[in-house]
């Protein structure tokens, strides 16, 4: 939304189009905050905020980007609050920020514990004044490329059924991650990593795949979020021992320590027998109830509702669920890929302003910040540059295909595919990573690409068909967990959300700091590597 108001103020006639109406959007579950070095908490500047960024990365983000992030985060932060959006107060009137994992500084500016849904909706107003037309309920399927341009996107009309084609000089991407490919996750149904698949299959590159983080605090087994906002306002992680068990993994930062390193800790624990029925506890009961009510009403509604715990009286059990994608489309720091005409930016983008960890509060913050600027650039680009043309075929072929798939009346329904690919991905590609166990999910995949090719679809309907959209989905997310498990097999070494402790214990500034590129070379993966940009922080060791 942020990209198409820009696009609006630019000058350019903008669509947007949305599998879901875009308050349903997944940013509308972001909790904790949004991260902007204001110093109305304490001394705070854009370069430290640019440092924590480095370093919570482990060395992988790219420094250009991160500066530019760190440096427009403040005017983007006060212009979402002139447009309406209500953060919380400091005593004297300020924006209130809370500290986060991984900071300097308290520097995560929130709306208690729904900064998200209050952005959301914030910059749908926006796009309403601005009378931007948006077709909700369309699914993308396909980029139309012609001339080596992008030229379009192909959808399904999901109310009235039907394929329908968009022509448009620039394309955003912003279809956020891909975390339905774990079975424990944050993420809601809609996140599929469609728009990384569509850009991988007009042969646009991917970066740095294997990044996935898990976040530290969620509940089992529905994978709800606990805000990491508990911790910033001082709550506690405990082991079945009542022990704060952190000390012994980040003795300085506790449980403000980066997600990548907490999330290691409670897997130790529970791996070592030191959980409760598979998970931790998140313990907010010396908070007291006020700032409970205050602060982090919204969690406290979670826990009981998906855990029947109130945490005023007793801790949450939590466990670390695959949470945010720091990899993405290729892009730099205007949002172009290598295909003319096609942007991305937010989560299905790598710029990469995350590296291998991403840090709390810098998310919402990169939707901000990029899509403002791949907006700019887009409408620019479009506003200097000659029609469009979506060749003839492009559409018939795309409905030819499609018709295949809806006339099948024999195979196996896609559920059962996409369930064992989320299972088998937590086992074998989540906190900690084996070689054995990625060159077997390797060959599941594979075995489950085969299965795809004759999946079934029972709906042969055209109105609101969600069985032709999860098989659709389902293949975009069977070609994303190939190229992530490309990527991580390639990556020896343990950097960031990519721990190997069994075999590459260490992080290998010599021979791996720089980025996995995988794209498509006749339907299979295929590997490369790219620099990482340095401009002023040079790797040290990473101690928390």
């Given amino acids: 939304m942020r990209a198409a108001i820009e696009a609006f103020d630019t000058g350019a006639d903008v669509a947007v189009i949305s599998k879901i109406h875009p308050v349903r959007s997944h940013s509308g579950a972001a909790e904790g905050g949004i991260n902007a070095a204001l110093g109305n908490a304490s001394e705070?500047?854009?370069?430290?905020?640019?440092f924590d960024t480095v370093k919570g990365s482990d060395y992988l983000?790219?420094?250009?980007?991160?500066?530019?992030?760190?440096?427009?985060a403040p005017a983007d932060v006060y212009q979402l609050e002139h447009w309406g959006a209500v953060f919380s107060r400091t005593d004297d009137g300020?924006?209130?920020?809370r500290p986060f994992g991984a900071a300097g500084a308290p520097r995560t500016a929130y709306a208690a514990d729904i900064t998200g849904h209050v952005l959301i909706q914030v910059l749908y107003e926006q796009m309403m004044k601005r009378d931007v037309k948006v077709y909700e309920e369309w699914f993308a399927w396909r980029l139309v490329e012609d001339d080596g341009r992008c030229q379009g996107v192909i959808c399904w009309d999901l109310l009235n059924g039907g394929l329908k084609t968009i022509g448009a000089k620039t394309v955003i991407l912003c279809t956020g991650g891909a975390g339905r490919l774990y079975t424990g996750t944050t993420n809601a149904y809609s996140c599929t990593g469609d728009g990384m698949a569509l850009a991988l299959r007009v042969g646009v590159p991917l970066k740095d795949m294997e990044m996935m983080q898990f976040h530290p605090t969620t509940l089992a087994p529905s994978g709800v979020l606990i805000t990491e906002g508990c911790r910033g306002e001082g709550a506690y992680l405990l082991n079945s021992e009542g022990e704060r068990f952190l000390?012994?993994?980040?003795p300085?930062?506790?449980?403000?320590?980066s997600r990548d390193v907490i999330s290691r800790a409670e897997q130790t624990e529970i791996d070592k027998g030191r959980g409760v029925d598979g998970n931790v506890l998140l313990d907010l009961r010396h908070l007291g109830a006020e700032k409970i009510l205050e602060r982090l009403h919204g969690t406290r509604e979670l826990s009981m509702v998906f855990a029947g715990v109130d945490p005023i009286y007793e801790p949450i059990p939590v466990r670390p669920g695959a949470h945010y994608h720091m990899g993405g489309v290729d892009t730099d720091v205007w949002g172009r890929t290598e295909l003319e005409g096609l942007y991305a930016a937010g989560e299905c983008a790598c710029v990469s302003v995350h590296g291998a960890n991403r840090l709390g509060g810098n998310a919402l913050m990169e939707t901000i910040t990029y899509g403002k600027r791949s907006g700019r650039h887009a409408a620019e680009w479009a506003l200097t540059n000659?029609?469009?043309?979506?060749?003839?075929?492009?559409e018939s072929d795309a409905r030819r295909e499609l018709a295949e798939l809806l006339g099948r009346t024999k195979g196996e329904r896609p559920w059962s595919i996409r369930e064992e690919l989320a299972t088998t991905m937590h086992e074998n590609f989540g906190v900690f990573r084996r070689e054995d166990q990625m060159l077997a999910e390797g060959d599941i995949i594979a075995g489950l690409i085969e299965r795809f090719d004759s999946v079934v679809v029972e709906d042969k309907g055209q109105v609101f068909n969600t069985d032709l959209t999860q098989a659709l989905e389902l293949g975009?997310?069977?070609?994303?967990a190939?190229?992530?498990?490309?990527?991580?097999?390639?990556?020896?070494?343990?950097?960031?959300?990519?721990a190997r402790p069994y075999d590459y214990p260490d992080r290998d500034d010599d021979n791996y700091m720089k980025h996995t590129i995988v794209r498509l070379v006749d339907g299979k993966p295929e590997l490369d590597w790219k620099p990482v940009t340095v401009t002023k922080w040079q790797p040290q060791e990473r101690k928390y």
């Avoid at 705070?44 to 640019?50: F, R, T």
């Fill in 44 to 50: 705070d500047d854009p370069e430290i905020h640019a």
């Fill in 61 to 72: 983000g790219d420094q250009d980007a991160i500066e530019i992030l760190c440096t427009e």
């Fill in 94 to 97: 300020r924006i209130a920020q």
């Fill in 247 to 250: 000390k012994d993994y980040a």
């Fill in 252 to 257: 300085n930062a506790m449980e403000l320590a």
């Fill in 386 to 394: 000659t029609t469009v043309t979506v060749p003839a075929g492009v």
């Fill in 476 to 480: 975009f997310l069977l070609e994303l």
């Fill in 482 to 498: 190939d190229c992530m498990v490309v990527s991580g097999l390639a990556r020896k070494e343990s950097r960031g959300a990519h």
